[in-house]
């Protein structure tokens, strides 16, 4: 089924009704304006910058405001691909206490295929883009069709339809056609998944790219969408119990997989709530993305039917209600355990963590577009609004950091009690880290880790920024602050490939307390500062998407797709990495489609609400009293 094109209510598209009927016509010319805008970017950074080295900005050069071209890609992680590690080049074994070394300047190779992609961008109608292009992988088949060939073999099938895609296809270089894989791990359910290379299991999460993938292509795939959303809501509803405990109605499953019932001679499911994963933690970002990929297919296919069925409807309110409850919070935050995301062991991200954060915002902003509001849904709508702008005011006064910022954190005073405290949470200037002081450039900022009593964890966390921007928790400035981060410390979040999961890495004493000797996240590796394949970044600055797709273009295909890449740099194959990882994979496609195509855009990211009342950025004043 090819779907009709993206259309996006002019300005604030938080007021979108759940009904086609509400849509204004002058939808249209949004989508030419952002096209029309991309097109002059995309010809201001080709005739301005040669070196891929340095950093421009096509604001600067052009004079032109790109606010609305929405820039979004999903970055991928590449490296120098199986050589061996050549210590004393400029990858070093990492080894550095306060995090801050290692930056070595990446000389980017010229990459034919991304010159060549963009520059066709200006002859290129919109929507032409299909299934070839990206560099290619060596065996003379361009990038892109590998990564759609790859894809398809992950497809898992349920009584004959694709539900989802298998997390990985490790094979050890064997080819498998997704037939053999779906009947080869459907009847041997219970082999090791791990040590196969294959994982059989159906993460949520990590479906999410893959959905993208199939709605942004030019002959949009929806169906193994809907198969996804409708069969995830179905687990929804099952009594989740870990021991003698049950998991609240909402939760939605971290993953899934189909197996064959030898007893009963027929396939069935069997999903994980966080009862098999590590540290036994519920996956709390499963439900937010749930949302967010519902919203994506409602607004690529206009398919409303979807999004309005009673059961989904209900699915979308569970996962509310657990978030939306009154009880002792005092922060409009969502308090979470260690392990409950992305980063699913412990990584001291327990609180507040701002990938959470910013994906229950990212939810509730689709959930507001989706709910009807018959019923309970008017006053379900009330409480997500006010959410809404307290989530907001929060996060950015205060998870927002930048040189100013962290200049008034270090002369804060403390043991203010009152009401007009100016150090809210108590935070004591000597825990800050040393690293930051060296990491925080003059220009640039970005949200930190984790903000709660007495502790703000000023690591830099990937996915909670991308999310935050992506979303519009962060303020058109924050979302410029952030890519001005990324730009001035280009060395130390993104080295060889995009993009660090964590930095700096945790090591030694702290590695030992905060993650209690996990060998699997040993520094710069894996979640303690390996680099990820997928970053999604929404910014008016096309190079630095180019020059991302540039690097994952050397390396990622060549590299067998690995889940991640592992040192100070990025340069290395992660240790435990598998290959073939599907969202490795993915997120190629989907940066390419969006980056190809503008319009894409439009299926993940959320306008600005001018209505969430904007925060007064008020700089402490506490050491001025
Ligand atoms: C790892 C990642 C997790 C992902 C899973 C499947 O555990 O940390 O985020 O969902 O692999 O790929």
């Given amino acids: 089924m090819s779907r009709p094109p993206v259309l996006e209510i002019a300005g604030d598209d938080s007021q979108q009704k759940t009904s086609p009927y509400n849509l204004t016509p002058t939808e249209t010319e949004n989508l030419e304006t952002v096209a029309e805008a991309w097109k002059h970017v995309i010809r201001d950074v080709f005739s301005t910058r040669t070196d891929p080295n340095i950093h421009t900005n096509a604001e600067d050069n052009s004079g032109r405001t790109v606010d609305n071209v929405n820039i979004k890609t999903t970055l991928q992680s590449c490296s120098n691909g199986g050589g061996p590690a050549i210590y004393g080049d400029s990858e070093v074994v990492p080894n550095n206490s306060n995090g801050g070394g290692g930056k070595t300047t990446s000389v980017l190779k010229p990459s034919p295929s991304v010159g060549i992609s963009l520059e066709n961008l200006l002859e290129v109608p919109i929507g032409s883009s299909g ?73 949520v999460r990590d479906f ?64 994980d709530f966080g009862g098999t994963a590590i540290g036994r933690v519920a996956p709390v970002d499963s439900g937010f993305w749930w949302i967010i990929l519902l919203r994506s297919y409602t607004k690529c296919t206009h398919d409303y039917s979807l999004s309005e069925l009673p059961e989904v409807q209900r699915g979308m309110k ?37 990938e959470i954060q910013a994906l229950f915002f990212f939810a509730l902003r689709c959930a507001r577009q989706l709910l009807k509001p018959e019923h309970d849904g008017k006053e379900l709508i009330e409480r997500i609004d006010k959410r809404i702008t307290a989530l907001s005011y929060h996060i950015q006064n205060y998870y927002w950091l930048d040189f100013t910022q962290l200049n008034n954190i270090y002369r804060y005073k403390t043991e203010e009690y009152s009401h007009t405290a ?5 935070v004591i200037p000597e825990s800050i880290p040393d690293w930051v002081f060296e990491f925080m450039p003059l220009r640039g900022g970005y949200f930190i880790g984790n903000v709660s009593p007495a502790r703000m964890d000023f690591r830099w966390f990937l996915v909670g920024n991308c999310i935050a921007i992506l979303s519009c928790l962060a303020t058109p400035a924050q979302a410029t602050a952030v890519m001005d981060l990324i730009e001035e410390r280009w060395a130390d979040l993104i080295g060889e490939m995009p993009l660090k999961i964590a930095y700096p890495a945790l090591e030694g004493h702290q590695w030992r307390i905060v993650t209690g000797c996990d060998p699997k996240n040993t520094r710069w590796s894996y979640h303690n500062g390996g680099s990820w394949p997928a970053a999604s970044i929404k910014t008016g600055r096309p190079q630095i998407a180019k020059r991302a797709i540039e690097l994952v273009e050397q390396r990622l295909a060549k590299d067998g797709w690995p889940e991640y890449y592992d040192g100070i740099s990025g340069r290395y194959i992660g240790k435990q990495a598998r290959k073939y990882q599907t969202w490795s994979i ?40």
């Fill in 208 to 271: 999410v790219p893959c959905g993208l993938a199939c709605l942004m292509k030019t002959d949009a795939d929806v169906d193994i969408v809907k198969n996804f959303l409708l069969k995830t809501l179905h687990l929804q509803g099952w009594e989740k119990r870990i021991d003698n405990f049950t998991l609240g109605e909402g939760v939605m499953p971290a993953s899934f997989k189909v197996i064959q019932d030898p007893d009963r001679q027929k396939e069935v499911l069997q999903a």
């Fill in 422 to 426: 100016v150090n809210k949470f108590n």
């Fill in 318 to 354: 569970l996962i509310l209600n657990l978030c939306l409850s009154d009880g002792f919070d005092t922060f409009p935050t969502l308090l979470c355990a260690d392990g409950c995301s992305m980063i699913d062991r412990r990584m001291g991200i327990y609180g507040y963590p701002i």
């Fill in 131 to 203: 299934k070839n292009g990206g560099a290619e992988n060596g065996s003379g088949m361009s990038m892109m069709d590998e990564a759609w060939e790859q894809l398809s073999r992950s497809y898992v099938y349920f009584k004959g339809q694709r539900v989802g895609t298998l997390a990985a296809i490790d094979t050890g270089g064997e080819t498998l056609n997704y037939n053999q894989v779906a009947q080869q791990y459907a009847v041997t359910p219970y082999i090791s998944c791990f040590s196969s290379g294959v994982r059989i299991q159906v993460f």
């Fill in 586 to 625: 993915t997120g190629y496609l989907v940066a390419k489609l969006m980056i190809e195509n503008p319009s894409n855009l439009l299926i993940i990211s959320l306008e600005e609400d001018k209505k969430i009342a904007k925060p007064k950025l008020t700089r402490s004043a506490s050491w001025t009293c």
